[in-house]
């Protein structure tokens, strides 16, 4: 068993200044770790974890953050004044893993020391629930506002609470299910976070664009798998949010390689997809994630891996592409760029034409 002692001898050499350890906790063979960023976090939080792995008797390690977050610029209409930054989760189409990011991002985010929040807006195959196994009804304390529901400490909504069968969703309209995902923003007690993560529905939809009208300089995430059918679809979800100013803060490639027992790298479905978005979208690539069977099987026992097994590889690279995203969206803000919301024409159109009721 390492002493605590041991361990901060083992990290003092890599901080930048002896006030960036806020806390050392050795609990039998696991180390927690508590850091004050000093600059990017994703650099000093791979350097102590490179430290921790080499420390004999560790079984286990994590790095969390002392929360010092920048937080948007909200404006008065903003339904959620008491949040600092919204993180969408996109993908061009379903099955690449959108929803599994998402859920363990936020995992992710809150073992980090976070505040953090999960709205699934995938209003049309609503999947947190399963994932993260929560079953119960949202309630109202007050007869006005919607309290969320909690698991592993972060607040959940998602439509699928609200339905006696979650595949009765199709039959809902569009405005309703539209209705219901602004209220879900309006009048869910979220209450004060660092980061609301929203599971978006997959494709080019119209759901981003009410987002993007309603709530002040959201940033988008897009995951993707590294071939390039799924590729063609995700550079549309690029250009969709660069339309509605929705700045990528970031790309995912999931499902990028598998290693076998022997310890072989595959790369099943090819390479090089997440790269290609991330250049397209002008911004960094947040990491490759493998394919893993810990993954699905977690996922599908409603517990994320990065909750589950939180020190094991595969919730490292989670843990690793949380960092990026905390780092990007803090870069972003510190450039001061807060995006205007885009404008938007109702009229349908000169002569009446149908188009994308966007301006600019
Ligand atoms: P989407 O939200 O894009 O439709 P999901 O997150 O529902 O995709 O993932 C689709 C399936 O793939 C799920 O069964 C999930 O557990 C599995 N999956 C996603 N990412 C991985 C991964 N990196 N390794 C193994 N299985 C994964």
């Keep these: ?66 929360a010092d977050v920048q937080g948007r610029n909200v404006g008065p209409e903003d339904p959620l004044p008491e949040v600092k930054n919204v993180v969408l989760v996109m993908s061009g189409k379903g099955g ?27 209003i049309y195959g609503p999947s947190i629930p399963t994932m993260l196994g929560v079953t119960g009804r949202p309630v109202s304390l007050d007869g006005k506002s919607i309290e969320p529901l909690e698991r592993f400490g972060v607040k959940l909504m998602s439509i699928g609470f609200l339905l006696e069968d979650p595949k009765a969703a199709v039959v809902w309209r569009g405005p309703m299910l539209h ?19 929203l599971d978006l529905p997959p494709g080019t939809g119209d759901v981003a664009l009410t987002l993007a009208q309603r709530i002040s300089s959201p940033y988008a995430v897009i995951v993707t798998t590294p071939q ?12 969709m949010c660069e339309k509605v100013n929705i700045p990528v803060v970031g790309v995912i490639e999931n499902m990028s390689y598998f290693i076998d027992t022997a310890g072989v790298k595959h790369e099943l479905f090819g390479r090089g ?30 517990t994320p ?15 690793t592409v949380a960092e990026r995203l905390t780092d990007a969206v803090d870069a972003r803000r510190t450039e001061g760029e807060e995006e205007a919301p ?13 188009r994308l009721p966007i301006m600019k």
């Design 1 to 66: 068993m390492a002493t605590r002692e041991e361990v901060i001898a083992a990290l003092s050499p890599l901080l930048p200044d002896p006030s960036a350890l806020a806390e050392v906790v050795v609990l039998g063979r696991d180390v927690t770790v508590t850091l004050r960023p000093r600059g990017p976090r994703e650099e000093l939080g791979s350097k102590v974890r490179e430290a921790l792995a080499k420390l004999p008797d560790v079984a286990g390690f994590e790095v969390r953050w002392q």
């Design 179 to 197: 209705g219901a995902l602004l209220q879900f923003l309006k009048d869910v007690r979220w209450g004060a976070l660092d980061y609301l993560i």
């Design 228 to 239: 390039a059918v799924a590729t063609d679809d995700v550079y549309k979800s690029v250009s």
């Design 96 to 122: 690449v893993g959108k929803s599994t990011c998402a859920t363990n991002l936020t995992m992710s985010l809150h073992r980090a020391g976070f505040r953090v929040g999960l709205l699934d807006a995938d």
């Design 305 to 319: 891996v990065v909750q589950a097994s939180p020190f094991s590889p595969i919730a490292r690279a989670f843990v």
């Design 273 to 302: 997809g997440g790269q290609a978005i991330a250049d397209f979208a002008k911004a960094p690539l947040l990491g490759q994630v493998p394919i893993d069977q810990s993954v699905r099987e977690w996922g599908d026992k409603g």
């Design 342 to 354: 885009p404008e938007i024409d109702r009229s349908g159109g000169p002569g009446g034409r149908k």
